[in-house]
DNA sequence: TATGAATGAGAATTCATTCAT
DNA sequence: GATGAATGAATTCTCATTCAT
């Protein structure tokens, strides 16, 4: 499992450590499934050094948490989307499309073991949902409504369909790819991901798109 | 939370109890996080009555798998889907397509707090991915390149886009829109979901179809 | 294993049953390692049944322990004895303690189950071996006293070893041989019981006679 | 009950502590019968202790097991019996064999407690024969063995008499002795020990000398 | 009388957390 | 600061015993 690259972040080496360790073993058995002594055998620690940086085992899921949505809020991951989706004036939405979603698969893929353990962990706390809520969820939906609105007012894509219908629709074939990838490597092998995306925006394009509508 | 329904299935009146009360406490704080002390008082019965039916704790997990398989894979279900698929000669495939994700979103929401608890865990557990594709996935992936080809046959969907690209655009919005309904109900709140689905699945046909591309 | 014989003692059927099926799972397994419910499908009769004829399941022990030490006191176990040691009047000490030897061995052996289960149980237990010594201990000690007298008296058995001497050796040697024979049947086989007590019987006798001494 | 000595093993101290009250309990109530919080109050240290040093109950035992077999396989143990048997050249067989009497009486008294339990879970367990076979009686029988070529070489030891005999007669009488010694004290006491063995290889000898036949 | 489902006290075991070194 | 041995509360699981049928 590849390890999250924390630099950047001013974070102690010992705790950059523990986190590191705790994301791989949160992600490969589950937060509750995990035990302290497996993360500080991971991270090369003692047992009792994890509560020097972490009050509890569930301080430690909350870094994780805190450092997976400081990413996400981060300047250069907030502004690439918002550049992509806003700046690129002339492209084509097609392309605009396809550049936005390979980059979060890139992106989701990377932080695949946080967010495993994330996506779980909303599943049973609200807490934790209302935080995702907040720092992706929402942002996402404002910079995509006023993409959509650009794009509308370009009559590039139909008004009847509002930016929540498609912002969904794009999620879901991203998150399906993504498990699809990570859960089913051997069953559903996708050779080609570039491809992939490009049948999977040209489904969607052309399903919002004004110009072909009767 | 509401009360699966396992009447049609012969299963003694105590393990119904049990396995209702650990659904609705896994689902609660999932499955390593609930004790068998909790499920047995939800029940109402004593925890030793508990390991009467299930050898372990483990092993109420797999009785849940069992059920929640066997209900997809009951012969209703699947002829459900079938029928709409396969045997709606001339309905428009817009309005196939309505019915069929209406009445998954009806299915996987009744059977939300199983769906959870199976999803959590098969994010972590190799062999229960592999029952839920042999079980569900193969099963849909099959059914649904049938459907697909008699479409692509007849000239109404293009034959350029694959049975799993379209089968992934479809599954992804339906589980987006659960999630959405069921753990975002207060934040993204979704009025009529009939009207919903309706847009869901006019961008998607809209998408697919063959009519009205160049 | 082979069934101990309970016919002659006045028990219901069942309660036959249940100690037969105790033996065996104690004598496999030990007291505290055996359940009742194994014990219950052993001898065919549900686990409640089990507690109609034994208030506990140390009662079933008790049973056990009860219906041994009643087999070696009966009339005709001791009278066996007693005949063979007292009453061969002109019989060589040879001829005579081959016969007994040979006699308790297959006596504790067909009691196996029992005898391993008391043994056991009569490590840990204080009472139980004072119900030993007053049921077997003593009384073999008494009458061999008087065989011990005899021989001394008629000038066979030298008198300066005591008869609890002569006993202890003469019983080491049918435990040591017993036990080998039992539990060490593949590593330590003897194929001809026979020859094997004879000369366990002549050392002895070679041992505590006075004709041959100085 | 008298602590057993580990000392020259080089265990660690909480080890040695579990250990020795491991021995106390299981040797009072039989391993099934003892609980893994009596060992720890008997010890003085918490249940969860025990877990550290022993991975389950049954490790213990295994613990207790290895420890006495190595008491057993310790060279001191092991060479003190054969320079008794075969460096004592001149000496008279009696004074041999009491001095090796006496020296496993003394020792096996003074692990009575391990032995017991040892002993006792034997009875029920194949694989614990099978260690006790080679660590112990195999290594006897061996040296034993060689003893007896000798004796019968020097004309000491009738040559009709297989070894196997001898040892099971002395070992007989060993175990009867420390049985009624250790669980019978108040109601068979041998006020003497030395006169008691000596009685006991007086017969012995007698009965296993080549001198006194015809 | 016989059954066997249900019980719940008690057992082994785990593991986050503490703390002396 | 770092360690890891020690803790003990909590958890899963067992099983003798009860009792309604």
Known sequence: MEKIDFSGFDIPEKEKKILEAAINVFSEKGFSAATTNEIAKNAGVAEGTIFRYFKTKKDILRGILIHTLNMFSEKIVIANVEKLLLES????????????????????????????????????????????????????????????????????????????????????????????????????????????????????????????RE
Request: charged share 35%.
């Open 89 to 212: 004036e002339d492209k084509d939405i097609r392309v605009i499309l396809k550049e936005i979603v390979y980059d979060r698969i890139k992106l989701l893929e990377s932080i695949f073991p946080m967010a495993r353990i994330i996506i779980t962990e909303a599943m049973y706390h609200e807490d934790l949902r209302e935080a995702i809520y907040k720092n992706i969820i929402e942002k996402a939906l404002e910079i995509f409504k006023l993409f959509h609105k650009k794009m509308v007012d370009k009559g590039v894509i139909r008004k009847d369909i509002g930016p929540e219908v498609i912002l969904r629709c794009v999620m879901g074939n991203i998150m399906m790819l993504i498990a699809q990838r990570m859960l089913y490597r051997d069953k559903l092998d996708i050779p080609d991901l570039d491809t992939e995306i490009d049948k999977m925006i040209d489904v969607i394009v052309l399903g919002i798109s004004e110009q072909r």
